[in-house]
């Protein structure tokens, strides 16, 4: 399964989703716009957005690193297989790519 975590999958967010690959989807997508702290009841939750005060070649590691620990904290249905950072045509914006199996082989 291949996830593109954007800000854009989250404009129309599926509350009840029939399909758990959209749900899981929707999850990671989230988790990788939401800073630290951003859950009033889950105040653990989501992103250090320190990685952004970082020059963007340092900022795409940090991230990765952050965001395996993240996924495998919150979304323990899915293993982190792999997360490629590109940058935006601007070089001043991360956008990753998720690559997750399920928990299971799926």
Known sequence: M????????LRE???NPADEAVEISQNI?????TPLGGVPLAADMGMPMDY????IT???????AEFRQIVDTFESRVNVENVTIEMDDTGGRIMPTVEVTRNGGQ
């Open 58 to 64: 340092l900022s795409a590691i940090a991230f990765e």
């Open 13 to 15: 967010i599926e509350l």
């Open 2 to 9: 291949y996830i593109r975590a954007t800000e854009e999958q």
């Open 29 to 33: 997508a989230a988790l990788a716009v």
């Open 52 to 55: 952004k005060d970082k020059p």
